[in-house]
């Protein structure tokens, strides 16, 4: 287990524990990383769950927030928070959330990806690629909440072309429906209010 993760990561500048078997890291090339504690047999492993460059040198996790949680009463999309200091200064947020939210905001962040112009033109793919002196992998498990929220700046037909293949739970209801854009833009309002 040991050897397998030295491996892959090496100069970890901050580690913080989200629960008992799921561990998010940062390293010196900028990047963020969660491995999750597997045992197979007698062997411990923590082999990665996401991967994703952040552009950033972190240098401090904590639990917590920058604005009061859930001031509407209405059920929190995010269930954990992790803010993040860099030696830049930047203060950003991680947010936990369920897998069919991920797996829908992933959907909108790789059409986004395709619509949404980088500076200086760099790949949305590329740009967030997790590289470092030992490996090179594609981003896993993580969403880009910027470009997430870049869908409010879209024209609402360029809008509508991306809400074509979206199904999810949008009443709470248990039941997945076809998005539309105002559930898009009411779902990403709300996930923008947690910083």
């Known amino acids: 287990g040991k050897q397998w993760y030295q491996r892959r990561v090496?100069?970890?500048?901050?580690?913080?524990?989200l629960d008992d078997e799921t561990f998010l890291g940062a390293e010196h090339c900028h990047n963020l990383f969660v491995c999750v504690k597997v045992v197979e047999e007698d062997r411990k492993?923590?082999?990665?769950?996401?991967?994703?460059h952040l552009g950033e040198n972190v240098n401090v996790f904590r639990e917590g927030s920058l604005v009061l949680q859930n001031p509407s009463g209405a059920p929190s999309l995010v269930h954990k928070t992790i803010l993040y200091g860099?030696?830049?200064g930047a203060i950003g947020i991680i947010g936990c959330i369920?897998?069919?939210?991920?797996?829908?905001?992933?959907?909108?962040?790789?059409?986004?990806?395709?619509?949404?112009?980088?500076?200086?033109?760099?790949?949305h793919?590329?740009?967030?690629?997790?590289q470092n002196d030992l490996q090179k992998a594609p981003s896993m498990g993580f969403i880009d909440g910027d470009l997430i929220e870049k869908f409010l700046d879209l024209p609402r037909t360029e809008m509508a072309k991306i809400c074509t293949e979206v199904y999810y739970?949008?009443?709470?209801t248990g039941m997945k429906r076809q998005g539309?854009?105002?559930d898009m833009i009411k779902l990403i309002e709300d996930l923008a209010r947690i910083h």
Request: net charge negative; proline share 3%; hydrophobic share 45%.
């Open 98 to 123: 369920e897998k069919d939210l991920f797996d829908l905001l992933h959907q909108i962040q790789e059409s986004l990806a395709s619509v949404v112009t980088s500076i200086g033109c760099i790949p």
């Open 169 to 172: 739970d949008f009443d709470g």
């Open 10 to 17: 090496r100069g970890m500048t901050q580690v913080e524990i």
């Open 86 to 88: 860099s030696a830049s």
């Open 45 to 52: 492993m923590l082999p990665f769950a996401g991967l994703y």
């Open 125 to 130: 793919a590329r740009w967030r690629e997790f």
């Open 180 to 182: 539309t854009v105002d």
